[in-house]
């Protein structure tokens, strides 16, 4: 199993600034995932970061807008860059034990941009 | 990944026995069917999985049907804790992406 944790759990911004979301796992995973899941709406994955390399960002998401790190096999950042009240959602992250496991997923950011 | 399909809502009694249907006429031979859920400003749960056999554990059961086109979710004596959206995936490992539908709102009645 793995116990995902994520800092801030919630945060009021103003627009234009940025913000950073940070992912803890318990143990070495390889493959983390980062959603964005707007208000009322169903899960939508940003991208996909594995340690090493550079993530791989699904259509409509630019690594100019959601910048990604991820320093080692336990941790990732999140950037919520030049922030809109669009981009208000609960950001969550996500990791896998194993191939045949189950992804386990974070308790999510509450984001609000003003 | 093969798309799956839900009804978007359904209402259960408390202590009746939910069945969540699922359709995934399009997996492929290799795709597990997964389950999760998400509770009210939660993270989505892991529920079960299942290839091509029926699988239980302590939370729910899953049937997948012959063909595999189509599956069920049962949770056998539903709760107020229940309520949730349930989303059903169709993935070949759990290495892959999750692209989450809009799934089904549960809701269980007192």
């Known amino acids: 199993s793995a116990v995902i944790s994520q800092k801030p759990s919630r945060d009021i911004c103003q627009r234009g600034t940025s913000l950073t979301i940070q992912c803890q796992v318990d143990?070495?995973?390889?493959?983390m995932f980062w959603y964005r899941q707007q208000p009322g709406q169903s899960l939508t994955l940003i991208a996909t970061?594995?340690?090493?390399?550079?993530?791989?960002?699904e259509s409509g998401f630019v690594i100019d807008k959601f910048p990604i790190s991820r320093p080692n096999l336990t941790f990732s950042t999140l950037t919520v860059s030049n922030m809109s009240p669009e981009d208000s959602s609960i950001y969550l992250c996500?990791?896998?034990?194993?191939?045949?496991?189950?992804?386990?997923f974070g308790p999510g950011t509450r984001l609000l941009v003003l | 990944d093969a798309k799956t399909t839900q009804p978007p809502s359904m209402d259960c009694a408390e202590g009746r026995a939910a069945n969540l249907p699922c359709n995934h006429s399009t997996i492929s031979g290799n795709e597990y069917v997964y389950w999760y859920r998400q509770i009210h400003s939660q993270g989505p749960q892991y529920i079960i999985h299942?290839?091509?056999n029926n699988e239980t554990n302590e939370m729910a059961s899953l049937i997948i049907t012959e063909d595999r086109k189509s599956s069920t979710l049962i949770l056998p004596h539903a709760t107020l804790r229940d309520t949730a959206v349930y989303y059903c995936i169709a993935q070949k490992t759990s290495y892959d992406k999750v692209i989450f539908g809009p799934g089904t709102s549960l809701s269980v009645i007192p």
């Open positions: 996500s990791t896998s034990s194993g191939a045949q496991e189950t992804q386990y």
């Open positions: 299942g290839l091509k």
């Open positions: 143990s070495q995973v390889t493959m």
């Open positions: 970061a594995n340690q090493g390399s550079e993530a791989t960002y």
